[in-house]
């Protein structure tokens, strides 16, 4: 349940700061460090740091998103099933 909000919560952040940071670049002003936007994504926040570069056209061209945040998913839904199918693989293997 709290793992559950925590996810939600954090990815709706990630659109958040990804909107923010868009609206940032067009006014040339200050903006999010690209290292707290992968921070977010690597924190479990990749799903809304991917919709939000999608949505706003935004971070598009930088490798570190562009395969950087896809690479993170594929990691982290690898880590889930692991740690889902983990103690299956234990009770096979006794």
Not at 46 to 56: C, D, E, P, T
Not at 69 to 92: D, H, K, R, T
Request: hydrophobic share 55%; glycine share 8%.
């Amino acid at each position: 349940m709290i793992f559950g909000l925590f996810f939600i919560f954090i990815n709706i952040i990630g659109i958040l700061l990804m909107a923010y940071d868009k609206e940032k670049s067009r006014d040339k002003s200050w903006r999010i460090p690209e290292r707290n936007l992968i921070l977010i994504a690597f924190v479990g926040g990749f799903i809304g740091i991917y919709f939000g570069m999608k949505w706003f056209r935004h971070k598009t061209r930088h490798g570190k998103f562009k395969y950087g945040v896809p690479s993170i998913i594929v990691l982290q839904i690898f880590i889930i099933c692991w740690v889902m199918f983990q103690p299956a693989v234990e009770i096979l293997v006794s």
